[in-house]
């Protein structure tokens, strides 16, 4: 009787918890895009300078680069497929590209759109054309968000 009721008791919490887990890992990497993209536009105003973030989905990473250097001189690399994050990068879209950048005014390329999941979550990132800072929208299922492969999100539900 007490294994069945640790059983079942069990059986009900670790979803939960793995369904906790990846809704606090999506949250940690997605206040870490904002962050580094707040940055990324805060140096290249302050320096007058481009900057940039550029993303990888193949390698669940993005890289801060000044100017027109070369990724393997990026200020910061952020690997989102490693801990604390374990999230995997999914479509990235800055107006066909998966680059961001900032010029010497802080003025972005383009708005665009940047997705992070686990295997059971999303969450969507949209950068304003304006001013390039992201907002995080709400974490959903990852049958509630539909992506095409050019990167498009068609669609959102909880």
Same mark, same amino acid.
């Given at each position: 009787?007490?294994?069945?009721?640790?059983?079942?008791?069990?059986?009900?919490?670790?979803?939960?918890?793995?369904? !906790?887990?990846?809704?606090?890992?999506? !949250?940690? /990497?997605?206040?870490?895009?904002?962050? &580094?993209?707040?940055?990324?536009?805060?140096?290249?105003?302050?320096?007058?300078?481009?900057?940039?973030?550029?993303?990888?989905?193949?390698?669940?990473?993005?890289?801060?680069?000044?100017?027109?250097?070369?990724? !393997?001189?990026?200020?910061?690399? !952020?690997?989102?497929?490693?801990?604390?994050?374990?999230? &995997?990068?999914? /479509?990235?879209?800055?107006?066909?590209?998966?680059?961001?950048?900032?010029?010497?005014?802080?003025?972005?390329? *383009?708005?665009? *759109?940047?997705?992070?999941?686990?295997?059971?979550?999303?969450?969507?990132?949209?950068?304003?054309?304006?001013?390039?800072?992201?907002?995080?929208?709400?974490?959903?299922?990852?049958?509630?968000?539909?992506?095409?492969?050019?990167?498009?999100?068609?669609?959102?539900r909880r």
């Open positions: 009787m007490v294994v069945a009721t640790i059983a079942i008791t069990a059986a009900v919490a670790v979803p939960r918890f793995a369904a !906790s887990t990846d809704r606090r890992r999506l !949250s940690l /990497a997605a206040q870490r895009v904002v962050l &580094d993209a707040t940055a990324a536009r805060e140096w290249a105003r302050s320096t007058a300078r481009a900057h940039r973030l550029e993303f990888s989905s193949g390698r669940d990473r993005y890289w801060t680069v000044p100017g027109v250097l070369p990724v !393997s001189q990026a200020v910061a690399t !952020s690997v989102l497929h490693a801990e604390p994050f374990n999230v &995997d990068l999914g /479509a990235v879209n800055f107006a066909g590209t998966r680059i961001l950048t900032f010029n010497g005014f802080g003025v972005p390329s *383009s708005g665009g *759109s940047v997705v992070l999941q686990t295997h059971t979550r999303r969450v969507l990132l949209t950068f304003d054309p304006a001013t390039g800072l992201p907002s995080a929208g709400p974490i959903v299922s990852t049958l509630a968000l539909t992506v095409t492969p050019e990167g498009d999100v068609i669609a959102a």
